[in-house]
Nanobody
Framework: QVQLVESGGGLVQAGGSLRLTCAPS????????MGWFRQAPGKEREFVAA????????YYADSVKGRFTVSRDNAKNTVYLQMNSLKAEDTAIYYC???????????????????WGQGTQVTVSS
């Protein structure tokens, strides 16, 4: 079974930084793109960022643009989410996800992603 494992979450003060990592565990599959989503208590899971393995095109939610950077290491099959200038409203569980097919029109749709990690908690104190 394909599994994705997130790491790097934790508690940080507002204005601080964290880097999340997502790597496959167990059987892997050929994915076209990777995404990061987050879910705060009482809210729906929302899109944060995405990156295409080939070419490295990136996509961001407006709320994180300019503060977060998604990147990938093709050799390690690993994706990162660098989060700077963190705010209290960034507090959430962060999930990485993989998808086999991709369209820029659907990059924000969580139902288009085929595999998910268990999530890592990010807490930003104000």
């Amino acid at each position: 079974q394909v599994q994705l494992v997130e790491s790097g979450g934790g508690l940080v003060q507002a204005g601080g930084s964290l880097r999340l990592t997502c790597a496959p565990s167990g059987r892997t599959f050929s994915s076209f793109a990777m995404g990061w989503f987050r879910q705060a208590p009482g809210k729906e899971r929302e899109f944060v960022a995405a990156i295409i393995w080939g070419g490295g095109s990136t996509y961001y939610a407006d709320s994180v643009k300019g503060r977060f950077t998604v990147s990938r290491d093709n050799a390690k099959n690993t994706v990162y989410l660098q989060m700077n200038s963190l705010k209290a409203e960034d507090t959430a569980i962060y999930y990485c996800a993989a998808r086999r097919r991709f369209s820029p029109l659907t990059v924000r749709r969580r139902e288009e992603y085929d595999a998910w990690g268990q999530g890592t908690q990010v807490t930003v104190s104000s």
